[in-house]
T-cell receptor
Framework: DTAVSQTPKYLVTQMGNDKSIKCEQNLGHDTMYWYKQDSKKFLKIMFSYNNKELIINETVPNRFSPKSPDKAHLNLHINSLELGDSAVYFC????????????FGSGTQLSVL | GEDVEQSLFLSVREGDSSVINCTYTDSSSTYLYWYKQEPGAGLQLLTYIFSNMDMKQDQRLTVLLNKKDKHLSLRIADTQTGDSAIYFCAEAKGDDKIIFGKGTRLHILP
């Protein structure tokens, strides 16, 4: 069984559209994250939620809105997509409290045309 | 700054040892990590070290930590073709953030 699963795996869309990426973890972890990996493979944290509460928001444009309906889910909604949003978006989860070990999903490759 | 620095590329002959180096910024970081990313996949935790340790060995992997110089290294003994991947160094900062380096692409020569 996949520990951290995100859908869709690929997302191709036009500029200006609104899209969502879903993430679910079955590890019982308290904390979930969204990371963005650009074409050079550089990885940057976007958001972190702990038990449905936002704890990290890394100066991401407010077109990006994370939503956590429960601690096992963290979805990412993106409004008015721009070309520069093209990247691979990774969901991850971890236990909290010292020695956080991140478990990553397999990524969603977003291409904005 | 917040940067975790590592060289972007490393080529090693099959059977040799690979050494990937990293420098981090926050002397209060409690844990330091090495993650591996294979093509088309997410990152997988390879190993980690607590900041009060100097060395950790796990089968072919050896992690060395020099806390004074804020330097972390990963040695892979007897490098195999399956070790070809991007290796990310990361540090756990005090504010619950895990910051990643830019990744070192390990290329295995036959």
């Amino acid at each position: 069984d996949t520990a951290v699963s995100q859908t869709p795996k690929y997302l191709v869309t036009q500029m200006g559209n609104d899209k969502s990426i879903k993430c679910e973890q079955n590890l019982g972890h308290d904390t979930m994250y969204w990371y963005k990996q650009d074409s050079k493979k550089f990885l940057k944290i976007m958001f972190s939620y702990n038990n449905k509460e936002l704890i990290i928001n890394e100066t991401v444009p407010n077109r990006f809105s994370p939503k956590s309906p429960d601690k096992a889910h963290l979805n990412l909604h993106i409004n008015s997509l721009e070309l520069g949003d093209s990247a691979v978006y990774f969901c991850a989860s971890s236990t909290r409290g010292g020695g956080e070990k991140l478990f990553f999903g397999s990524g969603t490759q977003l291409s904005v045309l | 700054g917040e940067d975790v620095e590592q060289s972007l590329f490393l080529s090693v002959r099959e059977g040799d040892s690979s050494v990937i180096n990293c420098t981090y910024t926050d002397s209060s970081s409690t844990y330091l990590y090495w993650y591996k990313q294979e093509p088309g996949a997410g990152l997988q935790l390879l190993t980690y070290i607590f900041s009060n340790m100097d060395m950790k060995q796990d089968q072919r992997l050896t992690v060395l930590l020099n806390k004074k110089d804020k330097h972390l290294s990963l040695r892979i003994a007897d490098t195999q073709t399956g070790d070809s991947a991007i290796y990310f160094c990361a540090e756990a900062k005090g504010d619950d953030k895990i910051i990643f380096g830019k990744g070192t692409r390990l290329h295995i020569l036959p």
